[in-house]
């Protein structure tokens, strides 16, 4: 869902449910390359966990987000499916909770997304078109829902649609601008799009080789519940091999974004939503077109321990023609990786990366890509 797993940074706090979601393999599907997988007789019919997870967001502040996650296969020949639940809190007094279900069935042919979130957000929203600093505290209060429901087209595509439904709202604005109008502002969102998946990863969460593309679009139109009618697109594309060492990965990262002339500020193609870039906060960098790229090497250390170093550029521009060399955004940081599961191959991550502007630390469940 674009306006809360992409454009709005507050769902942050369904991060832990948002990377489970990611084809999550439970026991026997876990192994990687080489190594054997768990017998059958000892697989567990469920998994359960249960995680208190840090916020460290340059945008929303620092706080703490709980998670419950419900692990379980539909049928042996499919990835597990799950329940998830996740509610969190930060200093800037920024709040989330949400439900999410994630089922793959009938021999992985079929993947079913859906999720509900209700979400408030307190943040700085900058207006380029006054002053490239001029900027004011805002806040978003946002709930709504999504569906998403994919195809096995081929042995590695899948393809299919995805609606999404969603009321925005932020109250009068404290400074003069035309993001915002002085009574505030009030939006029903409602899109449906084509997405599509091709996934030849040899792992969902630590991959060593192998490579993953996704493509989504979004049409809002009052005929699908929305105020506002504009189409917006992402696709990103990540490869991965392996480095000096044998457990060493390259792990590489294109992605576009782009959106037509009406779409509302909170929906444009923006830095911050995601980890592109790390180093910049949401509401800062954002415009109807976006490219960025990214290079980062991940490399085991001792124990559980592990550490990457990345470094990435990126802008935002009208359209893709206007995009040039003064408007690249850098990125650069180092990181931690702690083994948080062995059986799961997952990683808590802390993140430093510094941006054009400031530096900031991330702490945040599985790999940036």
């Known amino acids: 869902m674009r306006f809360l797993c992409h454009s709005l940074f507050a769902i942050h706090f369904l991060l832990v449910a948002k990377v489970f979601a990611n084809d999550f393999p439970v026991n026997a599907d876990t192994a990687l390359p080489g190594e054997q997988p768990v017998e059958e007789a000892k697989k567990k019919k469920y998994n359960f966990v249960f995680a208190p997870i840090p916020i460290v967001n340059p ?86 829902g999504m569906a998403q429901v994919l195809r096995r087209v081929t042995s590695r595509l899948y393809a299919g649609l995805r609606y999404q439904r969603a009321r925005v709202e932020f109250p009068a604005p404290e400074a003069a601008q035309d993001l915002v109008p002085e009574d505030g502002l009030n939006l029903d969102i409602g899109g449906l799009g ?94 109807d077109a976006m490219y960025s790229a990214q290079i980062e090497y991940r490399a085991p250390l001792w124990w559980r321990l592990g550490a990457v170093a990345f470094v990435g550029a990126g802008s935002v521009a009208r359209d893709f023609g206007d995009f040039g060399s003064e408007d690249t955004l850098s990125s650069a940081g180092v990181g931690l990786r702690v083994l948080a599961s062995k059986e799961q191959r997952l990683n808590v991550s802390i993140d430093y990366a510094v941006g054009r502007d400031e530096s900031t630390f991330y702490v945040y469940i599985g790999e940036a890509f």
């Open 194 to 287: 084509i997405v599509a998946e091709w996934d030849s990863r040899d792992h969902n969460f630590q991959p060593k080789a192998g490579s993953y593309l996704t493509f989504r679009s979004n049409f809002a139109r009052e005929d699908f519940g929305s105020d506002s009618e504009y189409d917006t697109y992402a696709m990103a594309f990540n490869y991965f091999r392996g480095g000096f060492r044998d457990a060493d990965v390259l792990a590489m990262r294109l992605s576009l974004c782009a959106a037509s002339d009406e779409t509302p500020f909170f929906e444009r193609c923006q830095f911050g939503s995601s980890h592109d870039l790390r180093g910049y906060p949401v509401g800062r960098y954002y415009d």
């Open 59 to 144: 945008t929303i502040g620092n706080g703490l987000a709980l998670a419950g996650l419900m692990l379980y296969k539909l049928d042996p020949k499919s990835p597990a499916s799950i329940t998830g639940v996740a509610v969190g809190y930060t200093d800037t007094d920024s709040w989330g909770v949400g439900i999410m279900q994630d089922s793959k069935f009938s021999e992985d042919r079929w993947r079913i997304k859906a999720g509900v979130a209700l979400a408030l957000a307190k943040y700085e929203l900058y207006v380029a078109d006054i002053d490239p600093d001029f900027h004011f505290s805002t806040e978003q209060e946002m709930g709504g």
